[in-house]
Nanobody, 130 residues
Framework: QLQLVESGGGLVQPGGSLRLSCAAS????????IGWFRQVPGKEREGVSC????????YYADSVRGRFTISRDNAKNTVYLQMNSLKPEDTAVYYC???????????????????????WGQGTQVTVSS
């Protein structure tokens, strides 16, 4: 079964940190772009960060650049999102998703909130509150 499983969400105070994990099973992430997305009720899903497996290039939304870091562990077939200096406005359900790199418009799809991404995790809640 091909799936992504997220973990690591929770409740944290403003200024705190969390690390989200996205583990793939049934397929290798070697040929995929992996994106982290978030959504709050009543708003469109937005791309937070993305990493390309072809060259390791990374991308961040302006709202998280300098605070969040995306990374991969090839041996574990897992992508991480380290979130530091968290703010209340970071509160959302976070999803990871994968899109096959070759022949796709994965970056444009990431910017469009994950349009056409092939596989999605179940989501993990991140709440930043005092």
């Amino acid at each position: 079964q091909l799936q992504l499983v997220e973990s690591g969400g929770g409740l944290v105070q403003p200024g705190g940190s969390l690390r989200l994990s996205c583990a793939a099973s049934g397929f290798t992430l070697d040929y995929y772009a992996i994106g982290w997305f978030r959504q709050v009720p009543g708003k469109e899903r937005e791309g937070v960060s993305c990493i390309s497996s072809s060259d390791g290039s990374t991308y961040y939304a302006d709202s998280v650049r300098g605070r969040f870091t995306i990374s991969r562990d090839n041996a574990k077939n897992t992508v991480y999102l380290q979130m530091n200096s968290l703010k209340p406005e970071d509160t959302a359900v976070y999803y990871c998703a994968a899109e096959y790199l070759y022949g796709s418009t994965w970056y444009a799809d990431y910017r469009a909130g994950g349009r056409n991404y092939d596989y999605w995790g179940q989501g993990t809640q991140v709440t930043v509150s005092s």
